[in-house]
């Protein structure tokens, strides 16, 4: 095929690749999206939507109806799992003056993926490309080529832009050779579902944080496919445990009675075993090439940065292409998306996730206790509490992302 100049190529059709190529589609730009898989993943995993991505999400009604298939959770608890007992709570109100969302909203990634769905499918400008997959690209000053296997054989697609929302194993990251730099945690993560009620049984919240020098836990409630909803709990799993055994009915049935011990087993209706990453790309642009999403960064799930890190990606992306593509401006502006993204991704989301995962596992007794008595006193304290919700919220990186200004991306480039 030729270059069209006006048309940007998408790897990835994840909520991510889809969210990029309805804002793209909006503003007028033809944009084609490829998708290795037949049809859009039922995929369980991150639910958390914060503040400030929802606020990006206000248009066309997407973030209530977010809110209408999801489930809104504007508190959360850490709690001291040995002697079970709440430390402390904070709630999203003392946000009201920083946000159009003061909560968060719980729903799912394939649901988010769905409503995003429908919308890119009212567009004529943007092609959906179901069961196609990204083999190799390259480009030049003025086109990126990428050849896509699909159902007539591999066949070469060619556009101004490509971005890179495949995932962490992304094709388009490795076939532009953009390093992925960062370590793998030891120990993996487990994720049990059950219907049982821990809000009603055990007076949890609909997310709560436990802190055990043994074994922690993430506890969140999400609305599923109606009343009664789905509570999922993430717990880590020793490295040397063989996967049989953590996967197996008794060592499932095992590691939720001792959270939470009841007079009767628990139904599982979904368990998933899988090894966890800490890594940040080298860069979020390469020439025409650019990456967002998972393909851009990767992190443990505690506190839930990394798909709305994504859609961050995507909104910042999509505003500053169009401003390229429509209003003549610059490209130094996708270096600007590079560096502000980038710099999200490593100085919030990587330092945050890794903080509150030693939060919550650390070992020694005066850590610990220092540890808890830190989030009693900033829970106590509104301002203070404010501060800490400005950051778990990621508002706090949205203001750092807007002070950025070209003359700082020069440094990276």
Request: aromatic share 6%; proline share 6%; hydrophobic share 40%.
């Amino acid at each position: 095929m030729g270059v069209d100049e006006r048309l940007i190529l998408i790897s990835g059709g994840g909520p991510v690749g889809l969210l990029s190529a309805w804002l793209l589609g909006r503003k007028g730009l033809k944009v084609r999206l490829f998708d290795v898989n037949d049809s859009p993943q039922a995929d369980p995993r991150a639910a958390t939507t914060h503040p400030a991505t929802l606020d990006l999400l206000a248009d066309d009604g997407l973030a209530d109806d977010m809110a209408r298939v999801g489930l809104v959770a504007p508190i959360f608890q850490f709690w001291d799992r040995p002697n079970h007992q709440l430390v402390a709570e904070f709630d999203h109100a003392v946000l009201k003056n920083d946000t159009q969302h003061p909560f968060v909203v719980q729903c799912e990634q394939f649901k988010t993926a769905k409503l995003l769905l429908d919308r890119v499918r009212k567009l004529p400008n943007v092609e959906l490309l179901y069961g196609h997959e990204v083999l190799d690209l390259r480009q030049t000053a003025d086109a990126v080529s990428v050849d896509v296997r699909g159902p007539n054989g591999v066949v070469s697609h060619s556009g101004a832009y490509l971005i890179g929302a495949d995932g962490g194993r992304s094709v388009v990251r490795k076939q532009s050779d953009i390093p992925f730099d960062g370590f793998t945690w030891p120990e993996r993560f487990i994720v049990l579902t059950t219907p049982a009620d821990l809000q009603a049984l055990h007076g949890v919240s609909v997310r709560s944080y436990f802190a055990d020098p043994d074994e922690w836990c993430n506890c969140f409630k999400v609305s599923a496919d109606g009343p009664p909803g789905l509570w999922r709990t993430v717990f880590p799993a020793k490295p040397e445990v063989p996967e049989a055994d953590l996967m197996s009915d008794a060592g499932v049935q095992s590691r939720l009675q001792h959270l939470f011990p009841s007079d009767k087993p628990y139904e599982i209706v979904h368990r998933n075993l899988y090894v966890t990453h800490q890594r940040v790309a080298a860069t979020f642009r390469k020439g025409r090439v650019l990456l967002a999403g998972d393909s851009a960064h990767v992190n443990n799930p505690i506190g839930g940065m990394g798909l709305n890190g994504g859609i961050q990606d995507a909104a910042n992306l999509a505003e500053k292409l169009g401003r390229v593509m429509l209003d003549g401006e610059p490209d130094d502006l996708l270096d600007l998306y590079s560096l502000q993204r980038r710099t999200v991704a490593t100085e919030f989301v990587q330092e945050q996730s890794i903080a509150n995962k030693k939060r919550l596992e650390a070992r020694d007794a005066d850590t610990r206790k220092r540890n808890l008595d830190e989030l009693r006193a900033m829970a106590a304290d509104p301002a203070r509490a404010r501060k800490f919700l400005l950051g778990t919220s990621m508002l706090a990186s949205q203001a750092r992302v807007a002070a950025m200004t070209l003359h700082e991306s020069a440094t990276e480039r």
